[in-house]
C-alpha cells in the first residue's frame, strides 16, 4: 500500500502570509491528488482535484501544484477564514487514501 | 440543490449491526460513484468504501467482510450496512459524491452530507 506523509502537522499563521503544505507518497501516484479544508463539527470541502484545478467557488487564493510523489498546496495570502484542518487525498487500484492533515491556526 | 443526508447513526454495542442511510438530492444516485467516509473522534478522515456506477464495489481492509455498501435508486439512497461492530468503528460517518469531469472520474469528493454519529460501546 501506498504511504502518504502530509506535513507539517500543525501550523500557525498571521493575515496575509504565504502559507505551504505539503504531502508525500512512498511511490510516485500516476491518478490526481485532491485537497480539502474541514472546519470543526463540519463535513470536508473539496478546495482543489487533479493537483491543481480550483473547485468552483474556491478563492483563487488556494493553488495545487505537484506531481509524482509530492504535491503542495498553498494559500498566497491567508484570511482569517482559512483557519480549519486541510487534508490531502489520493487514490489508488480502488482505495482513496488520505493524509493525516495539517491544522492552520490564524496568529 | 445537491444535498446528501445521512441519517441510521447511534448507540450500539460491540458485535451489533447497524444500518447507515444518505438521502440524495438533486442528482441520481447511480450516476456517480459514491463513498462513504469516516473520522473518529478527534482523528483524521478515513475512507471506507465506493460503490462505482456500474455497481462494483470496494472496500477498505478495516472494514472489508464486514460493512457492506448497496444503493436503491428507486429510493435515490446510498446505504453502508455495518456488522461485527467493534468499538473503534465509532466515528461520524459521512457519504460523499465523486467528482466526475467530462472524460473521466476525478478521483476526488465534491459533495459530502453532514455526518452521522455512530458510537461502539
Known amino acids: 500500500d501506498i504511504q502518504m506523509t502530509q506535513s507539517p502537522s500543525t501550523l500557525s499563521a498571521s493575515v496575509g502570509d504565504r502559507v505551504t503544505i505539503t504531502c508525500r507518497a512512498s511511490?510516485?501516484?500516476?491518478?490526481?491528488w485532491a485537497w480539502y479544508q474541514q472546519k470543526p463539527g463540519k463535513a470536508p470541502k473539496l478546495l482543489i482535484y487533479?493537483?491543481?484545478s480550483l473547485q468552483s467557488g474556491v478563492p483563487s487564493r488556494f493553488s495545487g501544484s505537484g506531481s509524482g510523489t509530492e504535491i503542495t498546496l498553498t494559500i498566497s495570502s491567508l484570511q482569517p477564514d482559512d483557519f480549519g484542518t486541510y487534508y490531502c487525498?489520493?487514490?489508488?487500484?480502488?482505495?482513496?487514501?488520505f493524509g493525516q492533515g495539517t491544522k492552520l491556526d490564524i496568529k | 440543490e445537491v444535498q446528501l443526508v445521512e441519517t441510521g447513526g447511534g448507540l450500539i454495542q460491540p458485535g451489533g449491526s447497524l444500518r447507515l442511510s444518505c438521502a440524495v438530492s438533486?442528482?441520481?444516485?447511480?450516476?456517480?460513484?459514491m463513498s462513504w467516509v469516516r473520522q473518529a473522534p478527534g482523528k483524521g478522515l478515513e475512507w471506507i468504501s465506493v460503490?462505482?456506477?456500474?455497481?462494483?464495489?470496494h472496500y477498505a481492509d478495516s472494514v472489508k467482510g464486514r460493512f457492506n455498501i448497496s444503493r436503491d435508486t428507486s429510493k435515490n439512497t446510498l446505504y453502508l450496512q455495518m456488522n461485527s461492530l467493534r468499538v473503534e468503528d465509532t466515528a461520524v460517518y459521512y457519504c460523499?459524491?465523486?467528482?466526475?469531469?467530462?472524460?473521466?472520474?476525478?478521483?476526488?469528493?465534491?459533495?459530502w452530507g453532514q455526518g452521522t454519529v455512530v458510537t461502539v460501546s
Open positions: 460503490i462505482y456506477s456500474g455497481g462494483i464495489t
Open positions: 487533479k493537483e491543481s
Open positions: 487525498q489520493q487514490y489508488d487500484r480502488n482505495s482513496y487514501t
Open positions: 460523499a459524491r465523486g467528482l466526475l469531469l467530462t472524460t473521466r472520474r476525478g478521483d476526488a469528493f465534491d459533495v
Open positions: 511511490q510516485s501516484i500516476i491518478n490526481w
Open positions: 438533486g442528482f441520481t444516485v447511480s450516476s456517480n460513484y
